[in-house]
């Protein structure tokens, strides 16, 4: 019964990583109508810029995250206004091709910039470490991811349904004529929630940097079970995102410990079985 | 006056080029302009610094080899392509090397899935290939001993390496009877964990298996492996992810406490240079007490032998690294070439294959001897405990374990391995 309960908590941290990066791919889906192949390369982003902050610059961990998700969001910001506006107009296909494009440009260009070893810094001395936690060693570490997890939803629930930002966010996703008839900024709000998304895709690569790795094609392995809860949760549901993380992050925790031999089928089980029951995703009217 | 000075500037660079170009062409005694060498690796993904190391052997060995004279006197030009670690890239590159480039022959792979799809390839496209790292017992045991597709000739020691040479130290600890597996989720990953365990119960019928988990390639968390297999109360872990996902492991899995509660951990291609600079650290703090355990397909620290050591010295001047070992194989395979072209006197492939029987090279690495049933340089390599050693800025693996390669390395007729998890 413990090692059940304790592999939950490993499920959660998981469910964590992956409400970080889905919550933005969401976000940018429900508001620009986008589907952004390239936000998995912005989680990558995210993990070398901490990496060159916080492991190559020295940088205080917390400094090196923020300034891993300022950059990003610039880089977001640029991706955004220089390419992804100029194709509102255009079929879906441009979209996927463009962002597409954007994967290998910056793949390689992580290559070129920080090489094709992977890097991979120390944990820090305050998150290194375990706490005993159902007879076994909870890495403090993952803790914190879950920490920072939560503190990202409330923080989101509160930007989108408290703040007047959020209403005119709300207000350009449902209806981005009428906004802009009633005087909303809506290229500058598109601007705005492209470099949120960015940000959040760079939290989520950012935060794992100690334990995980910043390499190429770690976006990659990230976007597809980024896809699949945005999927399962309803695309541009914040909500749905946030719930689907914890059923997939916990379920596929659960895969490992019980059906190790088929635990990766499990992600995608449970993304058809959605697909089938409510094609528009769990949360999604 | 002007006249003659603008035919001077056209005769003096023709003499030069004569000069230069005019007794190198006279001297390849083989036919062609040059030997051209189609290199291929895993050059992107997290995985990339193996292609890389691929890239810098061959290069290394390409401007040694140059510089001697070449091969026969003909020169080596070498073209290096990313396979992605995919078999359908691989396949491509393959036939591009051949057919558009002109490949004399190929060297590398780093992964099993693209070698056992280039094999076939191979016997039609007529050309050697020397791999330098794919590992599946099945390319030189089916691929070769069975089927024989003669085109395919391995420098790099295959599982043998990652599993049968764990069991054989371990077959005496007494104190560990429950084995658990945190396997690489590809036929390289089961294989070993299969042959492992096969070994293993040979010697010791009391000891128990008692968990698995897979983690499929990209696997950026491996909390959840960890903790699932703990779950089982193992006395030793047996662990095949390899270049980063290795380091990832391993860290991942100190927040967990595992070093306090199992007596050893196998960390198959932890000796890896890559792998050992990313847990320096934890090395240094001995943070695994001692219980990791490692090898590699060859590792910088042995033989002890001036051929070695020089061989470090020139591989860290030329490119400010120590070399891992798919950079060893792939150096040693150009050499390999070398030997056997220059036995046959043709580029023949047929009489390139009738060069490399019964060769006993001299590499880096140690002596290869090639064995002709299964077309697999065998040369033994030594496993250990990752440690730090005064005479390098990395860990090194220490309290090596030697073990013959005729002891355990599969010998013909193979009797068959499961490659299913």
Redesign the interface.
């Known amino acids: 019964m413990e090692?059940i309960a304790?592999?939950g908590l490993?499920?959660l941290?998981?469910a964590m990583?992956l409400w970080l990066i889905s919550a933005g791919l969401t976000i940018i889906f429900g508001v620009l109508g986008i589907v952004n192949f390239a936000h998995g390369s912005l989680f990558m982003v995210g993990a070398y810029l901490a990496y060159t902050f916080y492991g190559q610059m020295g940088l205080p961990f917390a400094l090196a995250i923020l300034l891993s998700l300022l950059g990003t969001g610039l880089l977001g910001f640029v991706m955004e206004r220089g390419f992804l506006s100029r194709i509102y107009g255009l079929d879906e296909a441009y979209q996927l091709l463009l962002t597409f494009g954007f994967i290998l440009i910056l793949?390689?260009a992580v290559?070129i910039i920080w090489?094709?070893?992977?890097k991979?810094p120390?944990?820090p001395d305050f998150l290194?470490?375990?706490w005993p936690v159902f007879g076994?060693?909870?890495?403090?570490?993952?803790a914190f991811v879950i920490a920072v997890g939560l503190v990202v939803a409330v923080v989101l629930w509160a930007l989108f349904e408290k703040t007047w930002w959020g209403r005119i966010v709300r207000a350009t996703a449902a209806d981005r004529e009428m906004a802009s008839a009633i005087g909303i900024n809506v290229p500058r709000v598109f601007s705005g929630v492209f470099v949120v998304g960015s940000m959040l895709a760079a939290l989520g690569g950012a935060i794992?940097t100690p334990?995980?790795?910043a390499?190429?094609?770690?976006g990659?392995?990230?976007i597809i079970q980024a896809f699949i809860i945005t999927v399962i949760g309803g695309l541009g549901n914040l909500k749905g995102a946030f719930v689907s993380s914890l059923i997939v992050g916990i379920l596929?925790?659960y895969g490992?410990?019980f059906f190790?031999?088929f635990?990766?089928f499990f992600i995608f089980v449970i993304m058809a079985v959605v697909l089938l029951i409510r094609p528009q995703g769990l949360f999604t009217r | 006056m002007k006249n003659k000075f603008a035919a001077l500037s056209i005769v003096f660079p023709l003499i030069v080029f004569l000069l230069a170009a005019g007794p190198a062409q006279a001297q390849c005694q083989l036919g062609v302009p040059a030997i051209k060498v189609g290199v291929q690796g895993a050059a992107s993904g997290p995985h990339a610094d193996y292609g890389r190391q691929i890239e810098m052997g061959a290069t290394m060995a390409m401007e040694e080899i140059n510089a001697a004279g070449g091969i026969r006197g003909c020169k080596i030009e070498i073209k290096f392509m990313d396979d992605e670690n995919k078999a359908a890239t691989g396949v491509k590159n393959a036939r591009l090397l051949v057919t558009d480039w002109g490949a004399h022959f190929m060297v590398g792979t780093d992964s099993s899935g693209v070698a056992m799809a280039l094999g076939p390839v191979l016997a039609e496209l007529k050309r050697i290939h020397f791999f330098t790292h794919a590992a599946t017992h099945r390319l030189t045991e089916d691929l070769v001993a069975v089927k024989g597709i003669k085109e395919i000739v391995r420098v790099s020691v295959p599982v043998y390496q990652d599993a049968i040479i764990a069991a054989l130290i371990f077959k005496d600890r007494k104190d560990i009877k429950r084995w658990a597996n945190i396997g690489a989720d590809y036929e390289y990953g089961y294989v070993s964990w299969n042959l492992f365990k096969e070994t293993l119960r040979k010697y010791r019928p009391d000891v128990e298996f008692v968990g698995e988990a897979w983690a499929p390639f990209l696997t950026l968390d491996f909390s959840p492996h960890i903790s699932a297999v703990m779950a089982q109360k193992p006395d030793a872990i047996f662990a095949t992810p390899w270049a980063g996902e290795a380091v990832q492991l391993l860290r991942q899995s100190l927040g967990q406490g595992v070093f306090d509660n199992v007596q050893v951990w196998w960390q198959a291609m932890g000796g890896s240079v890559d792998v050992l600079e990313g847990i320096t650290a934890e090395v240094q703090k001995d943070r695994f007490k001692g219980k990791l355990w490692a090898t590699a397909r060859y590792i910088h620290n042995w033989p002890d032998t001036a051929d070695n050591k020089a061989f470090i010295e020139r591989f860290r001047k030329r490119w400010k690294r120590f070399p891992n070992y798919s950079a060893e194989t792939t150096y040693s395979a150009f050499f390999i070439m070398k030997a056997a072209v220059e036995k046959s006197g043709s580029l023949d492939t047929a009489k390139v294959l009738e060069g490399l029987k019964g060769m006993q090279i001299r590499n880096p690495g140690g002596v290869r001897v090639f064995r002709s049933e299964d077309q697999q340089f065998v040369y033994n390599v030594p496993a250990g405990r990752p440690m730090m050693d005064a005479k390098y800025p990395i860990p090194v693996l220490g309290d090596l374990k030697v073990f013959a390669a005729k002891d355990y390395y599969r010998h013909p007729p193979f009797t068959p391995v499961s490659v299913t998890k």
Do not use: C
């Open positions: 090692n304790f592999q490993i499920g941290s998981l990583y793949d390689d290559k090489g094709g070893v992977f991979i120390p944990i290194d470490g375990a076994r060693s909870f890495p403090v570490y993952n794992g334990v995980r790795v390499a190429p094609g770690i990659a392995a990230m596929s925790a490992t410990l190790p031999v635990e990766l």
